[in-house]
Each structure stands twice: as C-alpha cells, then as structure tokens.
C-alpha cells in the first residue's frame, strides 16, 4: 500500500468502528431532520413536524422519524464477504433493519415504518432491490417479482419515467404524478442488476433513461428529493456501471467537475464515487485525502442533508449516513459492469 492508500484504510476503519458502536436494537440510528441543507440543526420528528407547520403552514400529517433510506444505502455500501467483523455485523443489522420497511403484502419498500401515512416508494424499493442482492440476500423469485412491480408502475400517457411513488391509492393519487432524476438512476440500476434485466428491454425502463439523460445534460442542479447536484450525479454515475448509453455521459459530466465543487463531507464522497463509477479523469486521490482531513476524533464524518421532502425544504442526515459514504469512497473497488 502506498502512504495515501494506508491513511484511507486506517480512515475506513476507524469509520467502520464508529458506525459499529452506534448499533442499537433497531440497528443504525436513522437519518434526522432538519430545516438547512447543511443540517446545522438536526431535530426530533416531532419538532420538525411542528417547525414546518409554523414556518410553511404544512402539516405533514406524521413525525418525520425512523426512515428507512440509511439501513439500505448501508447494505448499499458496505463490503459484502467483509473480512472485519464489525462490517460483517453491521450487515446483519442493517438487513434486519431494512426488511422493516417492506410492504406488508406487495413487492415494495418504504421511507417510513409500516403504519406511518407515507406510502411506499419507487425510490426506497430499488435501493433495497440493489443493497440486499449486493449481500446475496435476496431470493431470485423475490428480485423478480420487484423488478416487475417497478416495470408495471403506470408511466402515464405521455410515456414519461417511473415515477417516485405508485399512483394506486388515495394517497398518491392526490399528489399527483412526480419525478426525481436520483430515483430514476437508482431505479435503472436495481433493473439492470442479474436477475432482473431479463425484464428488458421495456418501455417503462426506456423513458427512465431517456429523463435521466435530459437531466444529465441540462443545468448541474439537485433534484425534487435530493437537494445537492452531487447527490445527482453520484446517482447517474452508479447507474452508468450497469446502463451502458450512461457511461460516456456520465463520465463527461464527471470531468467537468473539480474538487472544489464539493462543500461538505458527504458531496466528498458523493463525488469521489462518481469519478470512481465513472473511470473519469478526476483527482480522485485529492478527494480521498480531503475526505481524510475531514473526519471527526469519534471516526465519524459530520452529518449533511441528503435527501429531503418534496413539499417543504425539510431535509435529512446524520454522521452514520455520511460515514457510510466516506468509508465507501476511502475504500475503491470494482465496479459492478466493468
């Protein structure tokens, strides 16, 4: 190992550590909310509900507590086959953790625990699709069987991309129909993993791709659910190791952008990632060491918003999701179509 690649291990270890500290019965602690993208001020559910009802004249109709998307970008994230104990135990957590937030009787995944007004989501569901067959923890007939609901989700009569929510109840049908490019990405690579891609090609997959390559080529912005353009383009660049007519996109998308752009320690990962997925020409050991210098004495990185509400700007963080991106990015490996 070189000196650069000693100090990112010894990084990813002692991250590793402090996210096997924090398990709890539950697992991981979830994401908090917080009414700044920097999460300057995280706050209970409870609080927040109350905060964005005073200051936007939303009720949000629960407590914003208990989300699922940290349990399964985890899965998402770590080793599988790890060689540290602590990895291999954080797993097991983070697996029992997710199989919380399936739908009781359908084949999906929620943001939110089951009784909580919030339904399921395309988003939640193909992230969990793609954490749990990274750890060989989903059954063939089970990947199948959400790969299918994903591709039968109504695209309406303009032939537009799978959308964020499913359309078949009260409660979606009264919000209408919306789009997010992150969840759009996140939906093409949980289709194009083995196992599902016998399903393609599709006319619901083929205008998801054609939305995230419109938005790739427009302004460089976040999106409706995740608020930084580097939550963006990390989502597309993962997508581009499994969708080939992604990857020179991709990739250039990448090249145009410098270690400068990122301001906190989750778009360093985030964007360390992307040039990672992407092969682009960044300077991706600049990035690492960055990323380094910004962990905390406890081995954790501060928390960031990563994604938010729709409706009002209500984000959510913690240092455990941003430690599970750090000590992702600190840790190269190959990506999963090259």
């Known amino acids: 190992m070189s000196a650069d690649e000693t100090a990112w291990d010894a990084a990813a270890g002692r991250g590793l550590a402090f996210l096997h500290g924090a398990l709890g019965p539950a697992g991981l602690p979830s994401a908090r909310p917080g009414l700044d993208p920097e999460l300057r001020a995280p706050l209970t559910g409870a609080d927040a509900r109350r905060r964005v009802l005073v200051k936007h004249g939303v009720d949000l109709g629960f407590d914003p507590d208990r989300e ?27 697996a029992r953790q997710a199989g919380r937030y399936r739908h009781p009787w359908r084949p999906r995944y929620r943001l939110f625990p089951t009784g909580v007004p919030f339904a399921a989501d395309t988003g939640s569901t193909a992230l969990a699709v793609s954490g749990l067959a990274r750890h060989g923890l989903l059954p063939a007939d089970e990947q199948d069987s959400l790969a299918r609901e994903l591709l039968d989700t109504r695209i309406g009569p303009d032939d537009g991309p799978i959308p964020a929510y499913w359309e078949d109840t009260d409660h979606t ?8 490019a992150v969840i759009a990405a996140d939906i093409l690579f949980a289709l194009h993993l083995p196992g599902s891609v016998g399903r393609l090609p599709h006319p619901a997959a083929e205008a998801t791709l054609r939305y995230v390559r419109q938005h790739l080529a427009g302004p460089r912005t976040g999106t409706r659910y995740y608020a930084s353009p580097e939550a963006s383009l990390h989502a597309v660049a993962r997508a581009s190791t499994l969708v080939p007519a992604l990857a020179a996109p991709a990739r250039r998308a990448v090249e145009h952008i410098t270690t400068q752009f990122a301001d906190t320690a989750l778009e360093l990962a985030l964007l360390t990632l992307a040039g990672e997925y992407t092969g682009a020409d960044a300077d991706l050991p600049g990035l690492r060491r960055r990323l380094v210098d910004a962990q905390l004495p406890d081995g954790s990185w501060p928390a960031a918003g990563y994604f938010r509400t729709g409706s009002v700007p209500l984000y959510f963080g913690s240092p455990h999701l941003t430690t599970l991106f750090a000590v992702r990015a600190l840790r190269p490996e190959a990506a999963p179509g090259r």
Do not use: F, H, K
């Open 68 to 94: 699922g998307l940290s349990a399964t970008w985890g899965l998402a994230l770590l080793r599988p086959d790890a060689e540290r104990p602590e990895e291999r135990a954080l797993v097991a957590a983070l």
């Open 173 to 180: 049908s009264a919000r209408g129909r919306r789009y997010d």
